[in-house]
Structures are given as structure tokens and as C-alpha cells.
């Protein structure tokens, strides 16, 4: 347990960087999780000529400013991924596979890249279903776990949880080669449905179902509602006011997550005003 921040961003695209940027200018301790490459999404843009002063770019060269102006102001992305996000009253924890990190405000700036959940996912959640391998792995030893790997990362967590489990499946959703101990059983298949009792005792694939005691789901990120217990969600969307504030004290959003258009300088907008709210949240609870 380390020190705590006054600011908690996650995410690493424009909405995020932005509010980063903010949170340096106006002084304040602040962690910024997410990929040093920044976003894929943004990369991958051909031409960008919406963005005020950037014309004719492409993402990437779009995604090389961004990027200087972060090394100018000596701002460091943590590449962590947060599993859960909980309100403890005057603070928020941040869970991450092994430790905590803890914030006054946190800023939700994760985009929309998230896919959809399986069927029977959300309904089992806790219950034999999971999104961090290596946290839950000691609850499984012995048993069945199959893993649905959406990264090369997962990878590593398969192996990591092969050393306890009795049998691990491992289901990838992208194209290998894939460097997994002797012990897993790579199954190509496509999942469709999470099923069981109480709790989960099978998964359905297209093609064939698997018993299993566990599942997890090895997504780039997952969708805000199941991150942050309590968040109001409308439309698949996190809902906030003018100022980026959501339904819980202290936590601000921005960027895709909170809504169309999808577009960079809207979202790099949204979190200016983000950080700023913060702030101010920040500087009225003194």
C-alpha cells in the first residue's frame, strides 16, 4: 500500500492524456494507467482533419505530438491494468492484479473498444467468472480453468495459473503463434455461452462445450459498468453532466466512453474539463 493520489486516470487516449496534462498544470498528484504506445485506434487513423491546428496528419503522427508533448512535461504512463475500481467514501481503491492503488478523484477515460459480454458472463461474475487470472488463480487449484485470451498477455496468465490448476483450456480470440506451457490445451473455437447452476460448470463454444469450474475473460479492457460497481450507464455509455461528473462523488469520465462522436478533439475536450473538475472537487474537500 503506497501513498495516494489526488487523481486516478485510466486510460491513455486523447480523453486521458488531456486530463493528464491538466492534472500536471494544476499541480496535482496524479497516475495515469494505460499503454505507453498510447491508443491503438489512434494509430491506426489514415487522415485526421477535424483537430484545430493538426491538419493533414495522420494517427500517427498525431499519436508523435501527442507524445512530445508528454516527454515535455514529464508525464509517465503506468502500464497497469485496472481490474476494479471501488468508492471506499473518501477515496477510491484501484485494483490491480497484485496491489492497490489508491486516489481521491478517479477519471474514466477508457474509451469504447470493449467488447461485448458473453452470454451468462455478467450473470456469473464472481461466481466462477473472472477478469484477472493470476488474482484468482489460488481459488482454482486442482480444478478446470478455461481461459478466453483476447491478448498475447493472456498468455502469460495461462501459464501462471497452468502451475496450479488441474487442467487449463486456453481459447484465443486472435491468431497465434501462441507460447503456452505443454500442459494447456489450446482449443480454436469460438465461445458463445457461460452456463451453470449456481455457479459456472460449462462453457459452450460453437463447435463443442467444455466443463469448467472457472472462466476468465482476458479482454484490452472492460466495460466501465462492470469496472466500477454503482456507475450509471445509459445507452452503453457512462452518463455525466457538463462538468464530466458521474453518479459517484469524485469520479469524473470522458472521452468515447461518455458518448458520440467518437471523435479525438472532442474527447481530448472533455478531458480539460474532466481534470479541471477534479481540481476543483479536489481543492473544496481542503
Known amino acids: 500500500m503506497g501513498e495516494r493520489y489526488d487523481i486516478a486516470i485510466v486510460g491513455s487516449g486523447p480523453a486521458g492524456l488531456s486530463a493528464a496534462l491538466n492534472a500536471k498544470i494544476r499541480n496535482k498528484k496524479f497516475i495515469i494507467f494505460g499503454n505507453k504506445n498510447l491508443t491503438n485506434?489512434?494509430?491506426?487513423?489514415?487522415?485526421?482533419?477535424?483537430?484545430?491546428?493538426?491538419?493533414?496528419?495522420?494517427?500517427?503522427d498525431?499519436?508523435?505530438?501527442?507524445?512530445?508533448?508528454?516527454?515535455?512535461?514529464?508525464?509517465?504512463?503506468?502500464?497497469?491494468?485496472?481490474?476494479?475500481?471501488?468508492?471506499?467514501?473518501?477515496?477510491?481503491?484501484?485494483?490491480?492484479?497484485?496491489?492497490?492503488?489508491?486516489?481521491?478523484?478517479?477519471?474514466?477515460?477508457?474509451?469504447?473498444?470493449?467488447?461485448?459480454?458473453?452470454?451468462?458472463?455478467e450473470e456469473y461474475l464472481g461466481k466462477g467468472v473472472g477478469y484477472c487470472a493470476t488474482?484468482?488463480?489460488?481459488?482454482?487449484?486442482?480444478?478446470?480453468?478455461?481461459?478466453?485470451?483476447?491478448?498475447?498477455?493472456a498468455e502469460e496468465e495461462a501459464n501462471f495459473v497452468s502451475e496450479l490448476a488441474g487442467l487449463v483450456y486456453y481459447i484465443p480470440m486472435y491468431k497465434g503463434p501462441y507460447e503456452l506451457r505443454t500442459n494447456i490445451e489450446l482449443v480454436e473455437d469460438k465461445p458463445e455461452q457461460i452456463k451453470g447452476e449456481i455457479k459456472v460448470d460449462k462453457i459452450v463454444l460453437k463447435n463443442r462445450e467444455l466443463e469448467t469450474d472457472g472462466v476468465f475473460v482476458l479482454k484490452d479492457s472492460i466495460s466501465p459498468g462492470q469496472l466500477v460497481p454503482g456507475l450509471k450507464i445509459t445507452d452503453n455509455h457512462i452518463e455525466v453532466d457538463r462538468l464530466m461528473k458521474t453518479n459517484i462523488k469524485g469520479c469524473f469520465a470522458a472521452g468515447d466512453c461518455v458518448g458520440i462522436p467518437y471523435q479525438y478533439i472532442k474527447s481530448a475536450g472533455e478531458g480539460n474539463i474532466a481534470a479541471l473538475s477534479a481540481a476543483k472537487y479536489l481543492d473544496q474537500k481542503k
Request: proline share 3%; net charge negative; aromatic share 10%.
Open 135 to 153: 488474482c484468482d488463480a489460488p481459488l482454482y487449484r486442482g480444478k478446470v480453468v478455461t481461459i478466453i485470451g483476447h491478448n498475447k498477455e
Open 62 to 121: 498525431i499519436k508523435n505530438q501527442f507524445e512530445a508533448h508528454l516527454n515535455s512535461m514529464d508525464i509517465k504512463i503506468t502500464e497497469e491494468r485496472i481490474n476494479a475500481i471501488y468508492a471506499m467514501g473518501d477515496y477510491f481503491a484501484l485494483m490491480v492484479n497484485n496491489e492497490t492503488y489508491e486516489a481521491t478523484t478517479v477519471i474514466l477515460a477508457t474509451g469504447m473498444e470493449y467488447s461485448r459480454p458473453l452470454k451468462g458472463e
Open 41 to 60: 485506434k489512434l494509430v491506426k487513423a489514415p487522415k485526421i482533419n477535424n483537430y484545430l491546428g493538426f491538419f493533414g496528419m495522420t494517427g500517427e
